[in-house]
Each structure stands twice: as C-alpha cells, then as structure tokens.
C-alpha cells in the first residue's frame, strides 16, 4: 500500500521510501523516513494536495510524491511498531 491509497483519518507507518535521488532525498530531509507514524488529514478538493500529519507538524504533499511512500497494511500493524 502507496500513500496515496490511504484514507482521510487513518494513520499508517511508514516501510519504506521509494524514489531516486533529489526526490527520495526531500522525501527523508521532511521527516518521511521508516517506522514514521503518519496521518492523512485531508485531501484537496481536485485530488492533490495531500496533507499529512507526522512527528507533530503537517505536510503538504504531492499526491505523485505520495506513490513513492510504501506503507505496512493494517495487518501488519503488529509487525510496524
């Protein structure tokens, strides 16, 4: 499961980041890194936008930045924490 899947209100922790580069740089530099818990707050009305909540802030991101974000299902919640 991609970030982008998850539905407003539900938290998810992080796997693993994909991406390459400048991209998966940014993404670890903003606090997105493995065993993160993250919240989807709320989605823009057209789609995109994303904002998230982690760590105590929000962030605002990129729903095709949001691909590159694997998540552990809520069946492996056990195994995430």
Not at 21 to 46: F, H, Q, W
Request: hydrophobic share 40%; proline share 4%; charged share 30%.
């Amino acid at each position: 499961m991609t970030m982008d899947m998850v539905k407003v209100g539900k938290s998810r922790t992080i796997k693993s980041i994909g991406g390459t580069g400048v991209l998966r740089r940014r993404l670890l530099d903003m606090g997105l890194t493995p065993r993160t818990t993250v919240e989807l707050i709320k989605i823009a009305p057209m789609g995109d936008p994303l904002v998230l909540k982690l760590r105590g802030y929000e962030l605002t991101l990129r729903k095709e930045d949001a691909v590159h974000i694997q998540l552990f299902d809520e069946q492996d919640s056990d195994r995430a924490i």
